[in-house]
């Protein structure tokens, strides 16, 4: 069926990317050719007499010329762009983990799309690298994570209220809390709990490899009317305005941490990154600078750096005496 809704941008689009796959099948049926491309013969016939109007440039001798005689599709003048688009090893690999991790996620129903997309990549990869594509497996989380993403699931879709002891890394502690669940989100490979936390009486996201146990309560579980889920487009963590701003230089070999958090702002300084981000908990900042042994020192606010300075020379005095 032809789509009256479809742009003319994104129809030359698509007929410039099926234009290799033609001209290395000169003479094929157009029956054939609509099957393999999965589309209507009046779509493709559709498609053939606007490729009259694509080319290399404006002249009539610049233009793609079609032939359909006899139910059989001719390309000719198209050889600029004859070379089918390939993918590098990494863009497969990529698009290969991305769409296998899409597969398993929540909510996501089983597509013939994504399974022949599947089948296709791990064709051209096996040739291309001798075998062992089909071998990569797209892992979204620590397996010790799902029999809690199980429990949590149940009692979500049961409307149970939970009791986690969930462990906060940034004070190294397990806490207990009572939640009610409000969805179950994979972000960035890792699955997360949303809920109405009653120990914060707010909205609270945990991390389900960091749930060391999972208890599903004898209570309801609906959020109260004030919950209300967080926008995690722009990933989870999303420091407060209010937040300190903490400045960092970055050695070479650190530079991750300012792709990897969010900055408020970045320049080279010689050798060094400088980067400006938000830290609520300052905590996590200081543990990173003295992980990184001269590699993150803190500029800004002098009072942290003063910090690191003190915690870095006693860790230095009470090696000195152990040795």
């Not at 429990?151 to 207990?176: C, F, G, K, M, W």
């Amino acid at each position: 069926m032809i789509n009256p809704n479809e742009g003319a941008a994104s129809r030359v689009s698509r007929l410039l990317s099926i234009v290799p796959w033609l001209v290395n099948r000169q003479g094929i049926d157009i029956a054939e050719a609509a099957h393999e491309l999965e589309v209507s013969e009046a779509q493709l016939r559709e498609d053939l007499q606007l490729l009259f109007m694509c080319g290399y440039g404006p002249m009539t001798d610049e233009l793609i010329d079609v032939s359909t005689e006899g139910g059989r599709i001719l390309i000719s003048n198209a050889e600029t762009i004859a070379d089918p688009l390939r993918l590098t090893r990494a863009e497969a690999l990529a698009l290969t983990v991305g769409l296998r991790a899409l597969r398993s996620a929540e909510g996501v129903t089983k597509s013939d799309v994504i399974e022949r997309t599947l089948a296709k990549l791990g064709e051209a990869s096996d040739a291309a690298a001798g075998g062992g594509a089909g071998r990569v497996e797209a892992v979204l989380d620590d397996e010790s994570a799902e029999p809690v993403r199980a429990r949590v699931t149940d009692a979500l879709r049961r409307h149970r209220r939970i009791h986690l002891r969930y462990l906060v890394p940034a004070r190294d502690e397990s806490t207990e809390r009572d939640v009610d669940p409000m969805r179950v989100i994979n972000v960035d490979g890792r699955w997360y709990l949303e809920g109405w936390c009653h120990r914060a009486e707010d909205t609270r996201l945990f991390r389900l490899d960091r749930v060391e146990e999972v208890e599903i309560l004898d209570a309801d579980g609906h959020p109260p009317a004030q919950a209300q889920a967080r926008d995690l487009s722009a990933g989870v963590f999303t420091p407060s305005q209010d937040a300190p701003l903490v400045a960092l230089a970055l050695g070479r070999g650190w530079e991750w941490v300012g792709e990897y958090y969010p900055i408020e702002s970045s320049h080279a300084d010689g050798a060094d990154t400088i980067v400006e981000l938000r830290a609520g908990d300052t905590d996590w900042v200081r543990r990173l600078a003295l992980r990184a042994g001269g590699g993150v020192r803190i500029l800004d606010p002098q009072s942290l750096a003063d910090v690191v300075a003190a915690d870095a020379a006693g860790a230095l005095a009470a090696y000195g005496q152990q040795g």
